[in-house]
């Protein structure tokens, strides 16, 4: 499965040497993000995650097809949520690089609308009780995006949302012991804002 979506994105990259390029850029913003449940190992409880905010930075380019657009980018990204266990605030932290392949639309000059799959390798996860360490989680996940925004002469701005379709998880436990710890779904689901500079 890994392959088969490296190569995907490889074949999306190799494309645009024989397409004609709209424009490349930087962007940057900001993750407003929740994950899924935390659940003690023996499920002996479980709580929702809060929604916090993170952040990303990246490059992007644009390859011009008939009547749409497609719209690779290549960005490192760091979320956050929390979950509040016996009125203890725990805030899990994830970094992961992302690579979002969408197809877009452009009206009206400045306007456009997208939407594409989110290809994802987490980097790390970690959650700020120190009573607790990682021990595994799933490094690789795919979501879909979709969203709108606008561009005005070399400066962009969009909102989207991504919500993850592949299941991922993380394991946190005390000194090694399997028993007393938890587990975390790290799904995301997010609103996702971007603000944008085009060299072209």
Same mark, same amino acid.
């Given at each position: 499965?890994?392959?088969?979506?490296?190569?995907?994105?490889? +074949?999306?990259? !190799?494309?645009?040497?024989? !397409?004609?390029?709209?424009? @490349?850029?930087?962007?940057?913003?900001?993750?407003?993000?929740?994950?899924?449940?935390?659940?003690?190992?023996?499920?002996?409880?479980?709580?929702?995650?809060?929604?916090?905010?993170?952040?990303?930075?990246?490059?992007?380019?644009?390859?011009?097809?008939?009547?749409?657009?497609?719209?690779?980018?290549?960005?490192?990204?760091?979320?956050?949520?929390?979950?509040?266990?016996?009125?203890?605030?725990?805030?899990?932290?994830?970094?992961?690089?992302?690579?979002?392949?969408?197809? *877009?639309?452009?009206?009206?000059?400045?306007?456009?609308?997208?939407?594409?799959?989110?290809?994802?390798?987490?980097?790390?996860? %970690?959650?700020?009780?120190?009573?607790?360490?990682?021990? !595994?989680? %799933?490094?690789?996940?795919? *979501? +879909?995006? @979709?969203?709108?925004?606008?561009?005005?002469?070399?400066? *962009?701005?969009?909102?989207?949302?991504?919500?993850?379709?592949?299941?991922?998880?993380?394991?946190?436990?005390?000194?090694? +012991?399997?028993?007393?710890?938890?587990?975390?779904?790290?799904?995301?689901?997010?609103?996702?804002?971007?603000?944008?500079?085009?060299?072209?």
């Amino acid at each position: 499965m890994k392959k088969l979506i490296l190569l995907a994105i490889c +074949l999306v990259f !190799a494309i645009e040497t024989d !397409a004609q390029i709209l424009n @490349f850029g930087v962007k940057a913003g900001l993750n407003y993000n929740e994950n899924g449940d935390l659940k003690s190992i023996g499920d002996s409880f479980t709580r929702s995650s809060n929604e916090e905010i993170g952040y990303h930075l990246g490059v992007f380019s644009e390859i011009n097809i008939p009547i749409f657009y497609i719209r690779p980018e290549l960005m490192y990204t760091k979320t956050n949520s929390s979950y509040l266990v016996n009125d203890k605030k725990n805030e899990l932290t994830l970094k992961k690089i992302d690579i979002p392949v969408l197809l *877009g639309f452009k009206f009206l000059k400045f306007g456009r609308v997208f939407a594409g799959p989110a290809f994802q390798y987490i980097l790390d996860t %970690d959650i700020s009780n120190n009573d607790y360490k990682n021990v !595994a989680y %799933d490094d690789f996940t795919v *979501g +879909l995006q @979709f969203g709108a925004g606008v561009q005005f002469g070399k400066l *962009g701005a969009d909102i989207r949302w991504e919500r993850s379709i592949s299941n991922s998880e993380a394991a946190f436990v005390e000194d090694n +012991l399997i028993t007393n710890g938890f587990k975390v779904d790290t799904r995301a689901k997010q609103f996702i804002f971007s603000v944008s500079y085009s060299f072209l």
